[in-house]
């Protein structure tokens, strides 16, 4: 039998290349053709860009599965739910980015991972990050990828201790 965790990431993986190919490059094909979208500034940064982009998914990945441990020990999850949905899309320089927080929020923003997911792929992208910059957000990024990877195969192992099933 396949190991659960490693079952849901293919799984994951699978639907998001499928929405890769489904609409987002149909999203960046529009952007390129009728807004100005630029790509990246040279080869080098594309192709960490898409290092960063795989990164931040794990980074991703691993939080959602982490949620999902939790939806087993607990009787409702909306609440967490909101609150992660919340977080991610605030600390993550979804809604604003990172360096138009104030001093202190950004301080706490710059330790957690959820900039991982986009804000560190963005920076990139857009040319913010260069240089030894890039190299640091990437060794960030897999830094808080295997922290989260190794947190949510110990959170499973916990869960998977406790859960009944019943049936046949």
Do not use: C, N
Not at 12 to 37: D, R
Request: aromatic residues 16%; hydrophobic residues 60%; proline residues 5%.
């Amino acid at each position: 039998p396949i190991d659960f965790h490693v079952h849901m990431l293919a799984r994951s993986l699978g639907e998001m290349l499928f929405g890769l190919g489904v609409m987002a490059l149909p999203t960046f094909g529009i952007g390129f053709f009728l807004f100005g979208l630029k790509p990246p500034a040279d080869l080098t940064a594309g192709l960490m860009f898409a290092v960063s982009i795989a990164l931040g998914y794990l980074v991703q990945f691993h939080i959602g599965f982490l949620l999902g441990s939790i939806a087993f020990a607990t009787l409702d999850i909306r609440s967490i739910s909101w609150a992660y949905y919340a977080l991610i899309m605030f600390f993550s320089g979804q809604m604003v980015p990172l360096w138009m927080f104030p001093e202190a929020l950004r301080v706490v923003a710059e330790v957690l991972p959820f900039k991982a997911v986009y804000y560190v792929p963005m920076s990139i992208y857009i040319g913010t990050f260069k240089g030894d910059a890039i190299w640091s957000a990437l060794a960030f990024q897999a830094v808080w990828a295997v922290a989260l990877a190794l947190l949510a195969r110990l959170a499973w192992s916990r869960v998977h201790r406790r859960l009944v099933v019943q049936g046949g």
